[in-house]
């Protein structure tokens, strides 16, 4: 989830998606002792995105996607739906392993 939001984040800033570079990549989990540092990234690119959002001029911006101009709101809603269905899935299968919710 951070690498899309790492993405799909510096698309919004700069206004321009032209780093492609890594779709289709595969993913590599993180050993065990780089948790927190990938819990301190992903709670930081959420508090980004939680800026953007919170910007008034958001609705007056536009990310040139290919041969369109897409409005970074768009490109904001689409990661927070991604986040949501990936986070869904990890709610899921702590329910099943009997992890959830949390202590």
């Known amino acids: 989830m ?3 939001m790492r993405l799909y984040l510096g ?3 700069t206004g321009e998606a032209s780093d492609r570079a890594g779709w289709g990549a ?3 989990a993180p050993a065990a002792e780089a948790w927190p540092s990938v819990l ?3 709670r930081n690119l959420v508090a980004e995105a939680r800026a953007i959002a919170g ?3 958001l ?3 536009r990310v040139r996607v290919e041969d369109a101009n897409v409005p970074a709101a768009t490109l904001l809603g689409d990661l ?3 986040n949501a269905y990936h986070l869904g899935q990890i709610v ?3 329910r099943l392993l009997g992890a959830w919710p949390p202590a």
């Open 2 to 4: 951070s690498y899309w």
């Open 59 to 61: 609705g007056d911006r």
């Open 11 to 13: 698309w919004i800033r």
């Open 26 to 28: 595969d993913f590599v």
């Open 40 to 42: 301190d990234e992903f």
């Open 80 to 82: 927070g739906a991604h």
């Open 55 to 57: 910007d008034p001029a």
């Open 92 to 94: 899921l299968c702590r």
